[in-house]
């Protein structure tokens, strides 16, 4: 039984780049949340998939979306990367009920410079 | 922004030591949980704890949740190399939000 896979594992962009990061849950799980965690922090919430719509958002800029797809499988897109757009970006799943049991893939490290 | 802070920052211990580790939240919350980070990668998920439930135990793992005091601690017995890692706690405000806000993390260092 495969667990939450993340693709790319490490990016480097530059300011103003654009990049997708791809996230595919643990099979059997229908949610999707994202993640950012900053060098020495704790990961920031970012927003929640299901049933292909976003329904929970962090305190984050538009800059930031998604999108999930019917396998469940989800996109987080970036656009304009800063500087401060470079952490560990990290891809959760779980299902509707029970919710709280989140399983976390092994995280994208994004670089920007 | 944060809504934990566990305390320490950091701890080194000897293996076979207990290693006990804090977490204070701001607002009231559903429940808050435990997970573990290995050289920061993907997150484990350790224990749950339930607003209404004081003490839970999971193996070597006990946690424990005062909510006058908006705490929580996680102990660990018989501490091993392999635990060596960051500890976060989260916490979710009410059973209708999807959004987990995590602590900053202690920073585990057992010895062998």
């Known amino acids: 039984d495969a667990g939450v896979t993340q693709s790319p594992t490490h990016l480097i962009k530059t300011r103003g780049q654009q990049v997708t990061l791809r996230c595919s849950p643990k099979s059997g799980h229908d949610t999707v949340s994202w993640y950012q965690q900053a060098l020495g922090q704790g990961p920031q919430f970012i927003f929640q998939?299901?049933?292909?719509?976003?329904?929970q958002r962090g305190n984050f800029p538009d800059r930031f979306s998604g999108h999930q797809f019917p396998n469940y499988s989800s996109e987080l897109n970036v656009n304009a990367l800063l500087l401060g757009d470079s952490a560990l970006y990290l891809c959760a799943s779980s299902l509707e009920t029970p919710r709280e049991t989140q399983y976390f893939g092994p995280g994208t490290r994004l670089l920007v410079l | 922004s944060q809504q934990g802070e566990e305390d320490p920052q950091a701890l080194s211990i000897q293996e076979g030591e207990n290693a006990t580790m804090n977490c204070s939240y701001k607002t009231s919350i559903n429940n808050l949980q435990w997970y573990r980070q290995n050289s920061g990668r993907g997150l484990v998920h350790l224990i749950l704890?339930?607003?209404?439930?004081r003490e839970k135990h999971s193996g070597r793992l006990r946690v424990t949740l005062d909510t006058s005091k908006k705490s929580s601690s996680l102990l660990i017995t018989a501490s091993r190399a392999a635990d060596t890692a960051s500890y976060f706690c989260?916490?979710?405000?009410?059973?209708?939000?999807?959004?987990?806000?995590f602590g900053t993390g202690t920073r585990l260092k057992v010895l062998a």
């Open positions: 989260a916490t979710s405000k009410s059973a209708g939000t999807y959004k987990y806000i």
């Open positions: 998939y299901y049933e292909e719509e976003e329904r």
């Open positions: 704890i339930r607003s209404n439930e």
